[in-house]
């Protein structure tokens, strides 16, 4: 039992919920449109938000598995759950499968044009794991990218339009934060 509960801590690791805070960028135009407390309208957004989730998170796993090599020789990384040998590449593609099936699922039944959001948001982060991650001006860009992807979404969910400021202000935070993302990460590298 006790190594069941330890395997089940590992995958739910390998999904890394503690990203999902970045989805919350999905009730941007509820909160912004004054329509948070609408509950059609929020029930909504969540099932959105929950969608993203999973969708993120299957991100995560492919770039997991096309970083195995590289992680296991890193001094943080060699702890996640495929690069330390927790959950093995072949149940992680199969977690893959099951989630990112669940999330294009949610979006579908969500709305048209969040759908078609989703799968542009996959589209780029699959680009970004399998090319452009290594391309240093390329990374930050497509880091912002799913940012401001997450903020339309919100808005294609509830059709409520976010002003031009807003949208500014968004892909001006997006890069901020991208670029913060890579420079803590050189900064942790140094002093290690």
Same mark, same amino acid.
């Given at each position: 039992?006790?190594?069941?509960?330890?395997?089940?801590?590992? @995958?739910?690791?390998?999904?890394?919920?503690?990203?999902? =805070?970045?989805?919350?960028?999905? #009730?941007? /135009?509820?909160? #912004?449109?004054?329509?948070?407390?609408? =509950?059609?309208?929020?029930?909504?957004?969540?099932l959105g938000f929950l969608s993203f989730?999973?969708?993120? !998170?299957?991100?995560?796993?492919?770039? &997991?598995?096309?970083? *195995?090599? %590289?992680?296991? +020789?890193?001094?943080?990384?060699?702890?996640?759950?495929? /690069? !330390?040998?927790?959950?093995? @590449? %072949?149940?992680? =593609?199969?977690?893959? +499968?099951?989630? =990112?099936? $669940?999330?294009?699922?949610?979006?579908?039944?969500?709305?048209?044009?969040?759908?078609?959001?989703? +799968?542009?948001? *996959?589209?780029?982060?699959?680009?970004?794991?399998? @090319?452009?991650?290594?391309? @240093?001006?390329? &990374?930050?860009?497509?880091?912002?990218?799913?940012?401001?992807?997450?903020?339309?979404?919100?808005?294609?969910?509830?059709?409520?339009? +976010? !002003?031009?400021? $807003?949208?500014?202000?968004?892909?001006?935070?997006?890069? #901020? $934060? /991208?670029?913060? %993302?890579?420079?803590?990460?050189?900064?942790?590298?140094?002093?290690?």
């Open positions: 039992m006790k190594q069941v509960i330890r395997h089940l801590y590992f @995958v739910l690791k390998l999904l890394r919920p503690r990203q999902w =805070i970045k989805n919350l960028a999905l #009730f941007t /135009a509820i909160v #912004f449109g004054g329509q948070l407390f609408e =509950i059609e309208v929020l029930s909504q957004v969540f989730c999973l969708l993120s !998170s299957s991100t995560y796993i492919i770039n &997991d598995i096309l970083d *195995l090599n %590289k992680d296991k +020789l890193h001094p943080f990384k060699k702890a996640r759950p495929i /690069a !330390s040998g927790e959950v093995q @590449v %072949k149940e992680a =593609i199969f977690i893959f +499968l099951i989630i =990112i099936s $669940l999330a294009l699922f949610i979006a579908k039944e969500t709305g048209g044009g969040f759908f078609l959001i989703t +799968l542009l948001y *996959l589209v780029l982060q699959m680009l970004y794991s399998f @090319v452009f991650k290594s391309i @240093v001006i390329f &990374d930050i860009f497509f880091i912002a990218a799913g940012y401001i992807i997450r903020v339309l979404a919100g808005e294609a969910i509830t059709g409520y339009h +976010l !002003s031009v400021w $807003l949208l500014l202000t968004t892909i001006s935070l997006s890069l #901020f $934060l /991208a670029i913060g %993302k890579r420079r803590s990460e050189l900064t942790l590298l140094k002093n290690y």
